[in-house]
């Protein structure tokens, strides 16, 4: 569960003994009574186990998983439009510009005041990864759709929105920069934050062979809400970027992870799991990632994918570059420890027009 991820934090600020201030937050920004934190705890006792990811190498591939054909389950008569909450998992906003598509997912959510209560901390995580791509190449999330998401995080309430990233090609300040993401941000409000390499603290991730623990920015885990905002692109070892693998630019050494990417993803995933994933796909780089440069290589679809179970977004996602999901070995380890749904037809979608 995403309340989970608190206790990863040596600073947490506990409100009860297996309450932390985050999941009391979250309680809040819903009007959470007694029946709904009930719930909460109710669900809690199935949570995620770290120790559940398997260490022998292999990825487990679940039936259900397998079985998804890539780009029909959010249209199968199957798949419910609203959950138990009375929202839906994914919402597919298409046919706008940015900061609607960015609106209009939001709002078949609930509403971002829905995930970001009064005088919250929030963080945002877009994919800044390069300084020498602007957003129209597909390298980099779209300037206004961050900015868009500063700006609702504001307007609900929350008492500071800090986005940052760490670049693997060039200076963050030229990526802040070149990727337009800066403007936006602070023109909404936002404040963009260079990550300081005093700012890691060490986490275990007991379910990888071969990379025992790594450094994670510590301002992601003392966030009240985190918000992850990554875009769709190709990429040459991981066969796609996007929500998931975002997470990867809040470790130092994110070229460590590499080495053993279907383990690793999940489980630093896990140790974050974020409130809500707002997906760019006005612009989806289709090949020659992750950097690209090539504008012949960039689909513009103007969709935004949002909702609350990340391994579904980024399962609804395969679909704009042509993967088949079973094929991307962290999504099935997502799965099979908990972290989300791969199967579309298990998934409440809602497609909207911005």
């Known amino acids: 569960m995403n309340e989970e991820r608190a206790s990863n934090s040596a600073h947490e600020e506990e409100v009860g003994p297996r309450l932390s201030r985050r999941t009391f937050l979250r309680l809040a920004a819903v009007g959470a009574g007694a029946v709904a934190l009930g719930g909460v705890l109710e669900a809690c006792k199935g949570a995620y186990v770290p120790s559940a990811i398997p260490t022998t190498g292999q990825t487990p591939t679940p039936a259900s998983l397998a079985s998804t054909p890539p780009g029909t389950a959010a249209t199968s008569p199957k798949s419910p439009t609203v959950n138990a909450s009375g929202f839906p998992d994914l919402v597919v906003a298409s046919d706008g510009e940015p900061e609607a598509l960015v609106r209009a997912a939001l709002a078949g959510l609930g509403g971002m005041s829905r995930f970001v209560p009064k005088g919250a901390s929030v963080v945002v995580k877009p994919n800044i990864c390069v300084a020498d791509r602007s957003y129209d190449l597909g390298a980099t999330t779209n300037p206004w759709v961050v900015g868009t998401v500063v700006k609702m995080a504001i307007e609900a309430g929350a008492s500071s929105v800090k986005v940052f990233d760490n670049p693997f090609s060039g200076s963050a300040e030229d990526a802040y920069q070149t990727s337009g993401i800066r ?135 395969c679909r704009f570059l042509d993967i088949k999901p079973e094929d991307l070995g962290y999504l099935a380890a997502a799965q099979a420890i908990g972290l989300g749904q791969a199967d579309l037809s298990k998934v409440a979608i809602k497609e909207v027009s911005a």
């Open 183 to 317: 403007e936006q941000v602070e023109a909404a409000g936002g404040q963009m934050v260079l990550m300081s390499g005093r700012g890691y603290v060490k986490k275990t991730l007991d379910g990888s062979k071969w990379l025992p623990e790594v450094e994670l920015y510590e301002d992601i885990l003392n966030a009240d809400v985190v918000i992850n905002v990554p875009l769709v692109k190709d990429h040459a070892l991981a066969r796609m970027t996007a929500g998931l693998k975002n997470m990867m630019g809040l470790v130092a050494d994110p070229a460590a992870m590499h080495i053993d990417m279907e383990t690793t993803i999940p489980h630093v995933y896990s140790l974050i799991k974020p409130d809500l994933t707002v997906v760019d796909c006005v612009r989806v780089l289709t090949r020659g990632g992750p950097e690209g440069g090539d504008p012949s290589w960039v689909k513009k679809l103007d969709k935004v994918v949002a909702g609350t179970d990340g391994v579904a977004a980024d399962t609804y996602v």
